[in-house]
């Protein structure tokens, strides 16, 4: 899985340092893609350096008071070439107040770019997907929500086991390292929150953070801000 943005970085640079490029344009083109694919890159990289250091218990969070909506704006935003090039649709609701929570804000981020990441990769003909935040009660409940190939249903409780792939994705030979989802449980669980999952096969699934808020004075009814398209 690592070699398929190596290999587009590899191959963009060459084309980009022999000059074969007459357009200013494709420049730029063939720049942002190698920018994106680097991204990409340190990402799965990241994933696999920080479930190492899990598994040996060496895994630090930073936790501050952070706003989710601030997050997934991150996320979307690391996202936007992938998103806008596989040419998909993200549909965001967030609330107008604040929803805070106590977090590592890099973890949290890891955490939403995967599950989006992985909405993407198992979507099939539909290219949506659906990313909502809420404050309910005393929690902050994140869900990404796809119209994929989904999760057959004797193997929903062991989606988030390590290495674990479902026979479905492993038929379908869509790539992956079978560690992104577990990472996401593992960093959800280190800061008390815990992750559901609801899914049904050849129709989608819906993947739900469930983190403790933290407690606001003065605030009002929360309301939606609607909805907003990435694409």
């Known amino acids: ?36 694919e680097s991204q990409r890159l340190f990402r799965m990289i990241t994933n696999v350096l920080d479930f190492a250091r899990m598994e040996e218990g060496r895994k ?8 989710m909506r601030d997050v997934v704006n991150r996320s979307l935003a ?4 992938h998103i806008s090039s596989s040419g998909f649709r993200v549909e965001t609701k967030m609330p107008d107040s604040p929803a805070h929570v106590l977090a590592d804000p890099d973890a949290m981020e890891q955490v939403t770019v995967n599950l ?15 990313v909502r935040l ?25 989606i988030l086991e390590r290495f674990y792939r479902t026979g479905i994705s492993r038929a379908s030979k869509r790539p992956g390292t079978g560690i992104g989802l577990n990472l ?7 800061h008390e929150g815990r992750i559901e999952v609801e899914s049904r096969l050849g129709a989608g699934s ?4 469930i983190l403790p808020a933290m407690e606001e004075k003065g605030d009002g009814a929360d309301s939606d801000s609607g909805c907003l398209l990435y694409t």
């Open 1 to 36: 899985e690592l070699k398929t943005p190596l290999t587009s970085i590899m191959m963009f640079a060459e084309m980009l340092k022999e000059g074969r490029l007459r357009s200013s344009e494709k420049v730029r083109e063939y720049s942002r893609i190698i920018a994106a």
């Open 134 to 158: 809420e404050k309910r009660d005393s929690f902050v409940i994140l869900e990404v929500e796809d119209r994929g190939i989904g999760i057959p249903e004797g193997e929903k409780e062991r």
């Open 206 to 209: 819906v993947f739900r953070v």
């Open 184 to 190: 996401v449980k593992t960093i959800v669980e280190a």
């Open 116 to 130: 989006i990441s992985n909405a993407i990769k198992y979507s099939d003909k539909e290219k949506w997907v659906g």
């Open 60 to 67: 630090e969070f930073m936790k501050q008071r952070i706003d």
């Open 78 to 81: 690391a996202l936007s070439y």
